[in-house]
């Protein structure tokens, strides 16, 4: 059994910063790999960051530049610091693993597979 836990989401005005956390507890291997996802309300779950099991890092292209993923192994948490946030960047996100997918496979992974926290929501004020 694996659980994830979210934390660090809040509001922010645009142009702001955040930092979020997912911490992984349980049958959690520090091999896995993690993702960050996000849904705004009316839209589809999409990947936004993932890591790659070589250590680098995959983003949605809509975050480069902007977001950075991080993976702490010792800790088993994951980390996403947000910058130059956006309006649009307004979303429930999520962190996520579906072991062996790392990468853009695990970017794409369905709602309905794997291991997902509860989520963290992140507001964008204009």
């Known amino acids: 059994q694996v659980q994830l836990v979210e934390s660090g989401g809040g509001s922010v005005q645009a142009g702001g910063s955040l930092r979020l956390s997912c911490a992984a507890f349980?049958?959690?291997?520090?091999?896995?790999?993690m993702a960050w996802f996000r849904q705004a309300p009316g839209k589809e779950r999409e990947g936004v960051a993932a890591m790659n099991n070589d250590g680098s890092m995959t983003y949605a292209d809509s975050v480069k530049g902007r977001f950075t993923i991080s993976q702490d192994n010792a800790k088993n948490t994951l980390y996403l610091q947000m910058n130059s946030l956006k309006p649009e960047d307004t979303a429930m996100y999520y962190c996520?693993?579906?072991?062996?997918?790392?990468?853009?496979?695990?970017?794409?992974?369905?709602?309905?597979?794997?291991?997902w926290g509860q989520g963290t929501q992140v507001t964008v004020s204009s």
């Open positions: 349980g049958y959690f291997y520090s091999t896995y790999c």
């Open positions: 996520a693993a579906d072991p062996p997918r790392c990468g853009f496979r695990l970017l794409v992974l369905p709602p309905d597979r794997g291991y």
